[in-house]
């Protein structure tokens, strides 16, 4: 079963640091995400990605977040300067297809398993 | 907003019993799907139904939707341990979001 990986499973890192956070969709998906997950809440969307460039993104997703795809198969998330409000578990999705194309199965998102970041 | 909105925020029952847990939303869909979340796991995707259907079976899930009241509810039946789990519908906001409530946590006793 193809899989989404996301590493860092879980980091540490010091207010103001930046944190880059890794993510390899599955291969034949052509749709990218970032959610976040701050603890005991809920899924808040982050930014969607599609054909190199950000197709939306949230009130969440200020300048202090870029996304990127650098190569074939990575896809990353990078907070240029935490704060301690960006603790939250991050999950990365990839879908076949947009969400909101009636295809069968293939705007379904696969999610990681999350990178829990900490921010101290 | 076109996020749902689960109902209830928690369920706890019995093994072997059912769980039905609701979802409402405020926009309109071209189709609306359930996830599960196990506790600090990802979503992981159940069942999609679509705006032209009104039901939707896969193994003991059933969804309904009713796009009238822009509501849908998952049913669980004959509930288990390994059920235990949080549960969230999404909506599609538009061709690039999928937008998730805030979760029903269910709980099975043994």
């Known amino acids: 079963e193809p899989e989404v990986t996301q590493t860092p499973s879980h980091q540490v890192t010091q207010m103001g640091q930046e944190v880059i956070l890794r993510c390899v969709p599955i291969?034949?998906?052509?749709?990218f995400y970032w959610y976040r997950q701050i603890l005991g809440q809920k899924v808040e969307f982050l930014v969607s990605?599609?054909?190199?460039?950000?197709?939306?993104k949230s009130e969440i997703f200020d300048d202090q977040f870029s996304v990127e795809r650098p190569d074939g198969s990575n896809f990353t998330l990078k907070i240029r300067s935490t704060k301690l409000e960006d603790s939250a578990m991050y999950f990365c999705?990839?879908?076949?297809?947009?969400?909101?194309?009636?295809?069968?199965?293939?705007?379904?998102?696969?999610f990681g398993a999350g990178s829990r970041l900490t921010v101290l | 907003s076109q996020q749902g909105e689960e109902d209830p925020q928690a369920l706890s029952i019995q093994e072997g019993e059912n769980a039905t847990m609701n979802c409402s939303y405020k926009?309109?869909?071209?189709?609306l799907q359930w996830y599960r979340q196990n506790s600090g796991r990802g979503l992981v995707h159940l069942i999609l139904?679509?705006?032209?259907?009104r039901e939707k079976h896969s193994g003991r899930l059933r969804v309904t939707l009713d796009t009238s009241k822009k509501s849908s509810s998952l049913l669980i039946t004959a509930s288990r341990a390994a059920d235990t789990a949080s549960y969230f519908c999404?909506?599609?906001?538009?061709?690039?979001?999928?937008?998730f409530g805030a979760g029903t946590t269910v709980t099975v006793r043994a």
């Open positions: 990605f599609y054909n190199n460039e950000i197709s939306e």
């Open positions: 926009t309109s869909i071209n189709n």
């Open positions: 139904i679509r705006s032209n259907e």
């Open positions: 999404a909506t599609d906001g538009s061709d690039y979001k999928l937008s």
């Open positions: 999705a990839s879908s076949e297809a947009g969400t909101g194309q009636i295809l069968s199965g293939a705007n379904v998102l696969t």
């Open positions: 291969s034949n998906h052509l749709y």
